[in-house]
């Protein structure tokens, strides 16, 4: 069973919580604490999966409490349930929590998160993993102007230029966003010079996604050239991945998912190196001596692989839960039964004849991810599209060449 | 042109002073804007959990309600029996009969208090924000000044305990949308001075409001166990622009528009005793009849 913190120093918002959520019980571990102090207190006496706190509370405040939980429980996932509505506000003063839910709280949305943060550690909650993200400690928060911008579009009042203007305050992240939506990735067919005229081009929630993923290449920049890491190579892989996932998709699925899945479906291997470079260095060396593709190195060294690093990573970030899984099992897709072509089979699909293509045009040993699994894309009814795709493919890397 | 004190130089200097006032009222509405979005946002947070709750628990209820009207059938009947005695029981174990004895009830009573809490802010906010009528006009000052506090709530609780010591009063004439606006500021001049002597100690202070009457002034005394006011900076706390607080804190303008308010507007007066390390006490004294002085020789 998941153990359940809740925190807050109002005790009619705890017993309104702890009936709330009483059909729960046979799920949930629950326990409920009056604030920091008490918080503390039981943790001592029982860890658990998940923390749920208020912001502002008298005595030992939100932040110090997460602070001291991430600290000295770095795997429980830290919710806020705070009353403060500027979410910039909070965002300057909470770079501790992994997810911010905002009073008041839908009960079904505070429960699918809660519940989406306990399905995440069993999904993922192999010990292996557990050790690896362990040993990296923390963690970032969800990427601040993703964040600032989703909660901005939930507003039905926000409009296109108020979403341009909270995209524009982070220049260096714009100027990326601008960078990519001028690439052929978008094939715009014409120069895109401000993030009002790329959000009216895109839409908002390409916009959304765009500055997600920017955001959070930005925020595992590996140092320097760590263990001959080519980030270059992995970026223009991304893009092209994610640019053939959303074409197959298109028609099927919103093309934000697919883009953010294809993008970041390698991140995995950027939170390695980043955080665990002894790690990621003999894994890289490992699979340059034997030819043998990074995600079977790494099970190798660490017992998981950057697939289901990278879910994680999404994961504790509340993504929705076919993204997740997308990245979970992009390198095995068989082991998720499903019926229909969606992102993962996508993603999947993309990934492996990008690699496939990117080899046979020459262009540099790209990591092996073996021949695409016949008999999964059978039983999808896709299989017979496959040279189609990968002419597609061919195609998408000499565009993008002529392009750069 | 005009000289000095020419009509036009005063009316200009008058209308300044009511924009700068204005502009001061909306500062602190901003500043208190979030402190009151959160004393609302957690009772509606718990008013809807419970709500919630109440609906899943009628719906258990009814399922139980639906078995016992079968009882009731089958007993007018001459029919019942042991397997529906036990399914009975059953759907009582279900419906976790004595938890919902016990919770429904507080649910209801804590929903209502939620939505009583919301309710006295709002009338709160709408009191202290007291659309501005040209003319004085008779205030009950205690009630005015449990709505300050009660907008001014989440500015305080964080780091002090607040008392109230309130005194019969006669209504006093005044402007009373300005006058809160004073009390605020001392108020809020009271938790920083706490915020300034506790730090992140987590320790909390004390702010007590007291009103008297004394003939035909009422006296309003707002004390704090903060930091006390220097004795270099005593003489220049009501200079306009005059701050110790950083950017984003306090503007200067508090203290300047409580002797704009208080002494200027209301021929009242205003003082302070504060010893340094212990804390300081304002008092605010003034007319019942709201008569100011002349504005000629207050200027």
């Given at each position: 069973?998941?153990?359940?913190?809740?925190?807050?120093?109002?005790?009619?918002?705890?017993?309104?919580?702890?009936?709330?959520?009483?059909?729960?019980?046979?799920?949930?571990?629950?326990?409920?604490?009056?604030?920091?102090?008490?918080?503390?207190?039981?943790?001592?006496?029982?860890?658990?999966?998940?923390?749920?706190?208020?912001?502002?509370?008298?005595?030992?405040?939100?932040?110090?409490?997460?602070?001291?939980?991430?600290?000295?429980?770095?795997?429980?996932?830290?919710?806020?349930?705070?009353?403060?509505?500027?979410?910039?506000?909070?965002?300057?003063?909470?770079?501790?929590?992994?997810?911010?839910?905002?009073?008041?709280?839908?009960?079904?949305?505070?429960?699918?998160?809660?519940?989406?943060?306990?399905?995440?550690?069993?999904?993922?909650?192999?010990?292996?993993?557990?050790?690896?993200?362990?040993?990296?400690?923390?963690?970032?928060?969800?990427?601040?102007?993703?964040?600032?911008?989703?909660?901005?579009?939930?507003?039905?009042?926000?409009?296109?230029?108020?979403?341009?203007?909270?995209?524009?305050?982070?220049?260096?992240?714009?100027?990326?966003?601008?960078q990519l939506v001028n690439s052929a990735f978008f094939g715009?067919?014409?120069?895109?010079?401000?993030?009002?005229?790329?959000?009216?081009?895109?839409?908002?929630?390409m916009?959304?996604a765009l500055?997600f993923t920017v955001?959070v290449f930005?925020?595992f920049?590996?140092?320097?050239?760590?263990?001959g890491f080519d980030l270059e190579a992995l970026q223009r892989h991304s893009l092209l991945v994610a640019r053939l996932a959303t074409k197959l998709l298109a028609g099927r699925q919103p093309a934000d998912d697919a883009f953010v899945a294809g993008m970041l479906h390698d991140v995995g291997k950027l939170v390695l190196v980043?955080?665990?470079?002894?790690?990621?260095?003999?894994i890289a060396?490992?699979a340059a001596?034997?030819g043998r593709p990074w995600h079977v190195m790494e099970?190798?060294?660490?017992?998981?692989t950057h697939a289901e690093i990278g879910a994680?990573?999404l994961?504790?970030?509340?993504?929705?839960?076919q993204t997740?899984e997308a990245l979970a099992y992009h390198h095995t897709p068989a082991r998720l039964?499903r019926?229909?072509f969606d992102v993962l089979a996508a993603v999947y699909v993309a990934d492996v004849l990008i690699d496939e293509q990117t080899v046979a045009q020459g262009l540099g040993a790209a990591e092996l991810s073996g021949p695409l699994d016949e008999e999964f894309l059978g039983?999808l009814?896709v299989a017979e599209q496959v040279p189609a795709w990968r002419a597609l493919a061919a195609e998408l890397i000499q565009a993008t060449l002529e392009g750069s | 042109?005009?000289?000095?004190?020419?009509?036009?130089?005063?009316?200009?200097?008058?209308?300044?002073?009511?924009?700068?006032?204005?502009?001061?009222?909306?500062?602190?509405?901003?500043?208190?804007?979030?402190?009151?979005?959160?004393?609302?946002?957690?009772?509606?947070?718990?008013?809807?959990?419970?709500?919630?709750?109440?609906?899943?628990?009628?719906?258990?209820?009814?399922?139980?309600?639906?078995?016992?009207?079968?009882?009731?059938?089958?007993?007018?009947?001459?029919?019942?029996?042991?397997?529906?005695?036990?399914?009975?029981?059953?759907?009582?174990?279900?419906?976790?009969?004595?938890?919902?004895?016990?919770?429904?009830?507080?649910?209801?009573?804590?929903?209502?208090?939620?939505?009583?809490?919301?309710?006295?802010?709002?009338?709160?906010?709408?009191?202290?924000?007291?659309?501005?009528?040209?003319?004085?006009?008779?205030?009950?000052?205690?009630?005015?000044?449990?709505?300050?506090?009660?907008?001014?709530?989440?500015?305080?609780?964080?780091?002090?305990?607040?008392?109230?010591?309130?005194?019969?009063?006669?209504?006093?004439?005044?402007?009373?949308?300005?006058?809160?606006?004073?009390?605020?500021?001392?108020?809020?001049?009271?938790?920083?001075?706490?915020?300034?002597?506790?730090?992140?100690?987590?320790?909390?202070?004390?702010?007590?409001?007291?009103?008297?009457?004394?003939?035909?002034?009422?006296?309003?005394?707002?004390?704090?166990?903060?930091?006390?006011?220097?004795?270099?900076?005593?003489?220049?706390?009501?200079?306009?622009?005059?701050?110790?607080?950083?950017?984003?804190?306090?503007?200067?303008?508090?203290?300047?528009?409580?002797?704009?308010?208080?002494?200027?507007?209301?021929?009242?007066?205003?003082?302070?005793?504060?010893?340094?390390?212990?804390?300081?006490?304002?008092?605010?004294?003034?007319?019942?009849?709201?008569?100011?002085?002349?504005?000629?020789?207050?200027?």
């Amino acid at each position: 069973m998941k153990r359940i913190l809740f925190v807050d120093d109002e005790p009619q918002m705890l017993s309104g919580l702890q009936r709330l959520l009483r059909p729960q019980r046979h799920e949930w571990d629950m326990t409920f604490a009056a604030g920091g102090e008490q918080a503390l207190v039981a943790l001592a006496e029982t860890p658990c999966d998940v923390i749920v706190t208020d912001m502002r509370m008298p005595g030992m405040d939100g932040v110090t409490l997460l602070e001291q939980v991430k600290t000295q429980w770095p795997q429980m996932v830290r919710i806020v349930l705070s009353g403060y509505t500027e979410l910039e506000a909070t965002l300057r003063t909470v770079p501790v929590a992994h997810q911010f839910l905002t009073k008041p709280c839908d009960p079904d949305r505070l429960k699918e998160v809660v519940e989406r943060a306990c399905a995440l550690q069993s999904l993922l909650g192999g010990d292996a993993l557990r050790a690896t993200i362990a040993q990296m400690g923390d963690l970032p928060s969800q990427p601040g102007v993703y964040l600032a911008l989703a909660e901005a579009l939930a507003d039905p009042a926000t409009s296109m230029a108020d979403v341009a203007r909270l995209v524009e305050q982070d220049i260096a992240m714009s100027a990326k966003c601008l960078q990519l939506v001028n690439s052929a990735f978008f094939g715009l067919g014409r120069r895109v010079t401000s993030v009002q005229q790329a959000v009216s081009y895109l839409g908002t929630d390409m916009l959304k996604a765009l500055v997600f993923t920017v955001e959070v290449f930005h925020a595992f920049q590996p140092a320097g050239a760590a263990g001959g890491f080519d980030l270059e190579a992995l970026q223009r892989h991304s893009l092209l991945v994610a640019r053939l996932a959303t074409k197959l998709l298109a028609g099927r699925q919103p093309a934000d998912d697919a883009f953010v899945a294809g993008m970041l479906h390698d991140v995995g291997k950027l939170v390695l190196v980043t955080r665990l470079p002894e790690q990621a260095a003999a894994i890289a060396a490992g699979a340059a001596q034997t030819g043998r593709p990074w995600h079977v190195m790494e099970e190798e060294v660490l017992g998981v692989t950057h697939a289901e690093i990278g879910a994680y990573l999404l994961g504790l970030w509340g993504l929705p839960q076919q993204t997740v899984e997308a990245l979970a099992y992009h390198h095995t897709p068989a082991r998720l039964p499903r019926n229909e072509f969606d992102v993962l089979a996508a993603v999947y699909v993309a990934d492996v004849l990008i690699d496939e293509q990117t080899v046979a045009q020459g262009l540099g040993a790209a990591e092996l991810s073996g021949p695409l699994d016949e008999e999964f894309l059978g039983a999808l009814g896709v299989a017979e599209q496959v040279p189609a795709w990968r002419a597609l493919a061919a195609e998408l890397i000499q565009a993008t060449l002529e392009g750069s | 042109m005009y000289g000095a004190d020419s009509p036009h130089d005063l009316a200009q200097r008058q209308q300044a002073e009511v924009e700068l006032r204005q502009a001061q009222k909306l500062e602190a509405v901003g500043r208190l804007a979030a402190g009151i979005a959160h004393e609302i946002n957690t009772p509606i947070q718990f008013v809807g959990d419970n709500t919630h709750f109440v609906q899943d628990a009628f719906d258990d209820l009814l399922v139980l309600l639906r078995r016992y009207q079968e009882l009731r059938d089958r007993a007018a009947a001459g029919t019942v029996d042991a397997a529906l005695l036990d399914a009975v029981r059953q759907a009582e174990q279900a419906a976790d009969l004595e938890y919902l004895e016990e919770e429904i009830p507080k649910a209801l009573a804590q929903s209502l208090e939620g939505v009583g809490r919301v309710a006295s802010i709002v009338r709160a906010l709408k009191e202290f924000a007291h659309p501005d009528s040209k003319e004085k006009a008779p205030a009950d000052l205690n009630q005015a000044l449990q709505s300050t506090l009660t907008v001014a709530r989440n500015e305080l609780k964080y780091v002090a305990d607040v008392e109230t010591d309130f005194g019969d009063l006669p209504a006093v004439t005044c402007q009373v949308g300005d006058v809160n606006q004073v009390f605020l500021n001392l108020l809020v001049n009271a938790a920083h001075a706490i915020a300034d002597r506790v730090g992140d100690s987590g320790e909390r202070g004390r702010i007590w409001v007291r009103t008297t009457a004394e003939g035909d002034w009422v006296m309003i005394a707002i004390g704090d166990t903060g930091c006390g006011i220097p004795d270099d900076i005593r003489s220049k706390v009501y200079d306009p622009f005059f701050t110790t607080k950083e950017v984003g804190r306090g503007t200067g303008q508090g203290l300047a528009l409580a002797r704009a308010v208080i002494v200027e507007q209301h021929g009242g007066a205003l003082s302070f005793d504060s010893k340094v390390g212990e804390g300081t006490v304002f008092y605010v004294r003034l007319p019942v009849t709201g008569a100011p002085k002349a504005r000629e020789s207050a200027a």
